[in-house]
Nanobody, 117 residues
Framework: QVQLVESGGGLVQPGGSLKLSCAAS????????MGWYRQAPGKERELVAITRPTSTYYGEPARGRFTISRDVAKNTVSLQMNSLKPEDTAIYYC????????????WGQGTQVTVSS
C-alpha cells in the first residue's frame, strides 16, 4: 500500500515563498496522478495542482504563483509556492491515484501552511 509523507510547511510572511515536498513509498505506480489539494478552516478541500502522466493542471488559486514538479524515479512531487497570500493559509495534502480504472486515491497526513505577518 502506498504511503505519502509531506514536508515543508510552516509560517511565512505575505509575499514569501515555501516549497512543499511529498514522498511516496510502498511501490507506487509510475502511471499515477500525483499532486496537492488544500483545505482552509471552514472550507471544502480544493485542488491546488496535479501532475498526470502526460499533463499538468493548476487550480485557479495556484496559477501564475505555484509550480508543481515531479521526480518519477524518486517517487516525489513538490510544490513551489511563491507570492504567498494570507488566503493561501490551509492544510496542504499530497494526493496519489493510479490511472487504472477504479483505483483508490491515497492522501498524505497534511502539512500546515500559514501566511501571516
Amino acid at each position: 500500500q502506498v504511503q505519502l509523507v509531506e514536508s515543508g510547511g510552516g509560517l511565512v510572511q505575505p509575499g514569501g515563498s515555501l516549497k512543499l515536498s511529498c514522498a511516496a513509498s510502498g511501490s507506487p505506480f509510475t502511471l499515477a496522478n500525483m499532486g496537492w489539494y488544500r483545505q482552509a478552516p471552514g472550507k471544502e478541500r480544493e485542488l491546488v495542482a496535479i501532475t498526470r502522466p502526460t499533463s499538468t493542471y493548476y487550480g485557479e488559486p495556484a496559477r501564475g504563483r505555484f509550480t508543481i514538479s515531479r521526480d518519477v524515479a524518486k517517487n516525489t512531487v513538490s510544490l513551489q509556492m511563491n507570492s504567498l497570500k494570507p488566503e493561501d493559509t490551509a492544510i496542504y495534502y499530497c494526493y496519489y491515484r493510479p490511472t487504472a480504472q477504479g483505483a483508490d486515491a491515497t492522501w498524505g497526513q497534511g502539512t500546515q501552511v500559514t501566511v501571516s505577518s
